[in-house]
């Protein structure tokens, strides 16, 4: 995450506080795939799985290789895709021991 | 076409390629070139259960686990990345699973490994929120530990950069080269490469690969299944087995719980995500630590186990080849292990033997002539 915090930093990943300047100097050292992009700095790691910073982070990295986001390759989505507490695949949604 | 001759062609960018490279360039090597077919660690490196014992059932893997055991704890100083030395707790609900690892731990003790079997007293102190019903003891593993694979190649792949070792990725490795019985280097994607050694440490992919230089490899690709919950508070420090369902829990770097366990699976079967998964895996989780019923599972993924006919590694030269090397077949523990194998293909790549002598059991040659050494345990 960011080593120099500045006074209005660009958020691009809420869940793991990723800023503008962290994707842009990972770029720079060589992290030009979004696979690789998102497990060095995390993201679309977090709750929204990647919904709110991808779509960000595809424009910024094609702006600097200046290439077609179409060109890219889009990391793999898992399931469950929403986050789901264990309980709801155990019984069904009953809790049980709960009243 | 690149048309020159590098010292050292390995053919895998994950955690076993990265390792070898670092340590060959430790010994000297100077022009390595790693060639990935997809991004670096995309294969198992990047699926696995970050987990890291030396408690397994043969001499072999206990000594050189030790040793890789020392590798990790030095170099995740030297190189700056998550490592945690939280141990290990196997979990027993049987009298004859007791009995069997109070026999290993004699065997750990005896390699200068020092488990011991707990009570459940002892279970409840290292790991405070658990359920310990039906659970009448425990194998602890002091030295075990844990560290984060993305935080590991990242780290290696930046300190090989500044050592001058090329990474070719999105490259893939066609043949393996030869004029009489001597490695002349690879053909890719992107033309002729041409090596004086080759290392292959492509996982399952090794096995095509070494069909072109005329070497079977008896491999087995079967897939394995794991998921990781939302971040939570520090709740344990050890990875916890649950031997009866060949399940484990551990807590990575941020705080989620990653956690896996056997399903009865078909080998060489593509990668797929099946629906029983999620709920066989919540319930055994559940029953250790009911609180988890509340957690929110973020990812589920499929990744292969690469197994070989004894669970153990297939480590070291191809006599039929004059400088052919593979190291493969890690059966679900090259993570691990990569370290000492690192340390080990090096010794053999530059002196042609290594030091480490009980790894010449780990050669294709064991296979070959019927030597098998089983490992017993296996879990996940």
Partial sequence: MGKEVKKNPIIICRCENV??????????????????????????????????????VIRILARKLRKSPDELIIPTSRPPINPIPMKLFIHGGDDEDEE | MTRMRNELVIIGGGIIGLFSAYFATELGLKDIVIIEKKYLGSGSTFRCATGIRASFTTEEHIT???????????????????????????????????????????????????????????????APMINLEGIIGGLFDPIAGKANPFGVVYALAEELR???????????????????????????DN?????????????????????????????RNVPHHALITEKFREAFKPLLIDWTYSAYIVQVEEGGFLMGMDVEERPNQPL????????????????????????NVLRYWPGYYVMSPDSHPILGPIEEVDGLFV?????????????????????WLVDGKTKHKIAENLTLRRIKEGRLIHEKAVFG
């Avoid at chain 2, 492509?202 to 491999?219: F, M, N, W």
């Fill in chain 1, 19 to 56: 800023t503008l300047d962290d994707v842009e100097r990972a770029i720079e050292e060589g992290y030009t795939d979004l696979e690789s992009l998102r497990r060095k700095l995390r993201i679309g790691m977090g709750p929204c799985q990647g919904r709110t910073c991808l779509p960000l």
């Fill in chain 2, 64 to 126: 050189l686990q030790k040793e890789s055991i020392e590798l990790w704890k030095k170099l995740s100083k030297q190189l700056g990345f998550y490592y945690v030395q939280g141990g290990y707790i196997w979990l027993f609900r049987k009298d004859e699973q007791l009995k069997a690892f109070s026999e290993y731990s004699k065997l750990h003790n005896k390699y200068g490994v020092p488990t011991r079997i707990i009570t459940p007293e002892e279970i409840r102190e290292k």
């Fill in chain 2, 162 to 188: 500044k050592r001058g070792v090329k990474m070719q990725t999105r490259t893939k490795v066609h043949r393996i080269i030869i004029e009489n019985n001597k490695i002349k280097g690879v053909s890719t």
């Fill in chain 2, 191 to 219: 033309g002729e490469i041409e090596a004086e050694k080759v290392l292959i440490a492509a996982g399952y992919g090794s096995r095509e690969i070494a069909k072109t230089a005329g070497v079977d490899l008896p491999l």
């Fill in chain 2, 272 to 295: 797929y995500q099946r629906n029983d998964f999620i709920p066989r895996m919540a319930r055994v989780a559940v029953r250790l630590f009911p609180w988890m019923k509340n957690i």
């Fill in chain 2, 327 to 347: 190291a493969t077949g890690f059966s679900g523990h090259g993570f691990m292990m990569a370290p000492i194998a690192g340390e080990v293909i090096a010794e």
